[in-house]
């Protein structure tokens, strides 16, 4: 049976940075770098042409940035993933980057292991958020008001235990070991945590939680 193998779009006004992401991506046979642009406004015309699985777009780029582009991208209805690169937790990036409708959000200091096991939740399903991400989420919310939202009541038991654990940045897989689940029972509770309160992704529930102070301790060592 042939391996599963996904399509990879790089997106960096940065020729070196685009040489950087492809090498760390080539020493993952998952990966298949299959096209590379300079600017946004090279982007959305590449996916429509080579259709990429994931698409991984450089945040701040001259002319039309990142975040643009990807709104372009989702507004088209291409259905590849995207992933924001950045140098920066600049929280104004993070937000925007939501906003525009990313899966995910990577920096790019991040010890190469930890970019492909990234990529690889991405395009499992579980967009997760990594734990820099969600320490910083937690960070910029920490003082902030409650959110005027739909009331966690609505969740159960254990969707709000789920919750708080994807808001420091556990994936589903840690969530199933820590809860002793099954890691399709918390994928199914997860569906459901995201329906009631109108979120559409882990980083929005990360943000949602900060902002209402009930965020738990994340994992130790």
């Not at 042409?49 to 001259?62: A, K, S």
């Not at 992933?83 to 920066?88: C, G």
């Amino acid at each position: 049976m042939r391996a599963l193998r996904y399509r990879v779009l790089v997106v960096d006004d940065s020729a070196l940075a685009r040489r950087g992401v492809v090498e760390v991506l080539g020493a993952d046979p998952a990966f298949e770098v299959v096209g590379e642009a300079g600017d946004g406004a090279a982007a959305v015309p590449l996916v429509e042409q080579l259709r990429p699985d994931l698409v991984l777009m450089d945040v701040r780029m001259p002319g039309i940035g990142g975040i643009l582009a990807t709104a372009r991208v989702k507004a088209a209805h291409l259905g590849c993933k995207v992933v924001m690169l950045s140098v920066s937790d600049d929280a104004r990036d993070l937000f925007a980057s939501i906003r525009s409708g990313a899966q995910g959000y990577l920096l790019k200091n991040l010890d190469p292991g930890d970019w492909t096991a990234y990529l690889h939740q991405i395009m499992s399903g579980e967009a997760p958020i990594s734990r820099e991400i969600a320490a910083r989420i937690l960070g910029e919310f920490a003082s902030a008001n409650p959110a005027p939202a739909v009331p966690l009541d609505t969740l159960s038991g254990r969707e709000e235990e789920i919750l708080r654990l994807v808001a420091v940045g556990l994936s589903n897989r840690e969530i199933a070991l820590r809860l002793h689940l099954a890691e399709g029972t918390v994928k199914n509770h997860l569906r459901s945590i995201l329906g009631k309160l109108h979120l559409k992704n882990r980083t929005a529930l990360a943000s949602y939680v900060a902002r209402r102070g009930r965020a738990e301790p994340g994992p130790g060592p």
